[in-house]
Nanobody, 115 residues
Framework: QVQLVESGGGLVQPGGSLRLSCSASGSIFGIYDMGWYRQAPGKQRDLVASITSGGSANYADSVKGRFTISRDNAKKTVYLQMNSLKSEDTAVYYC?????????WGQGTQVTVSS
């Protein structure tokens, strides 16, 4: 069992930056592939970035070059550094942990990009 808690969301102006954090508890963090997803109102939940247990990262085309995912297994935390934010990045951002058939989600954190 894994419990995931996101933090770091908020209101930011276009061009600004935010860093999201996802803290995990309850199990061995290092075995999980971790991901950040986002869901805007009226849209489906889409993958933003993922990082495997071995540290390989993958990004949606829309955020490549602007977002960076990283993990600290000792702190049981995964991060999403978001730079050059755009209004279209506005969404609820969710943390996800996967290992074989295990699949866990956090409660989400709101990111709003607006002037």
């Amino acid at each position: 069992q894994v419990q995931l808690v996101e933090s770091g969301g908020g209101l930011v102006q276009p061009g600004g930056s935010l860093r999201l954090s996802c803290s995990a508890s309850g199990s061995i963090f290092g075995i999980y592939d971790m991901g950040w997803y986002r869901q805007a109102p009226g849209k489906q939940r889409d993958l933003v970035a993922s990082i495997t247990s071995g540290g390989s990262a993958n990004y949606a085309d829309s955020v490549k070059g602007r977002f960076t995912i990283s993990r600290d297994n000792a702190k049981k935390t995964v991060y999403l550094q978001m730079n050059s934010l755009k209004s279209e990045d506005t969404a609820v951002y969710y943390c996800n942990a996967k290992f074989r058939t295990w699949d866990y989600w956090g409660q989400g954190t709101q990111v709003t990009v607006s002037s």
